[in-house]
């Protein structure tokens, strides 16, 4: 075997699109690649950008607009001369409410910020990573696309047609792009109280850590780091054999 991969040369001149990177996880993650010597565009709404990219180098986009994904992540792609990793980290839920009580607006609108949001990023990701020697496309999905739980609408559905389209977009990319995604459980940030960008984010959380804590079999609710250090690993030449995989992360609430 050869010299270990997962070092600062893995990411040195990385250009690395962060879509949705303003929330806590991404802000996390940007941090850590940009010490690592990864060059770094964060796409997001105009509302995260002003509350928390002042110290990111970012572009206005709205996920859910295909017109405007598709313009953002050609600036990016000429502003950073290409693409070799993508990170899509939007999403966001709505309300807890029983699928049969959730209207059909909400659910259409869970659905495009979600679901529809990681078809354009991916869409318009994609020939921009199969010019890169090291295309990688990672989602950040949920641990709820595959461990269904009541009283969570649309948002549960969202996230397992974003598993089940990582799986097809890895075979349909490969061998010239890797595709993967990470399924959280709860992180305690901004998402918690609605999403960054779209709430009141001094509001409580929805969960309360210390009481979800005691269930997770680590004894803790996740903090950015726990999900930002696998995303790294997965878009890093130490996961060069990985492509279409949902990795759980999650303290060991669910083991698939």
Known sequence: ????????QAFAGLRLVLAGGCGGIGRHLAGQAAALGAQIRVLDLPASIERHGAALPCIPMDAKDPASVDAAMAQAASELGGIDACVNLVGYMSEPK??????????QDVMRGNLDAAFYISRAALPHLHRSERGSLLHVAS???AWARPMFGAYGPAKAGMIL????LALENAPKVRVNAVAPGAVDTAFLRGG??????????SLDPNA????????????????SDPILFLISPAAAYITGQTLQINGGTYMP
């Open 165 to 168: 389209m990582v799986r097809e």
């Open 196 to 205: 960054t960008g779209r709430s009141d984010e001094s509001a409580p959380p």
């Open 143 to 145: 641990g709820l696309g």
């Open 212 to 227: 979800y804590g005691k269930v997770v079999p680590l004894g803790r609710m996740a903090v950015p780091q726990d999900v």
């Open 98 to 107: 029983a699928l049969q009580q959730t209207a059909a607006e909400v659910w």
């Open 1 to 8: 075997m050869g010299t270990s991969v997962w070092n600062e």
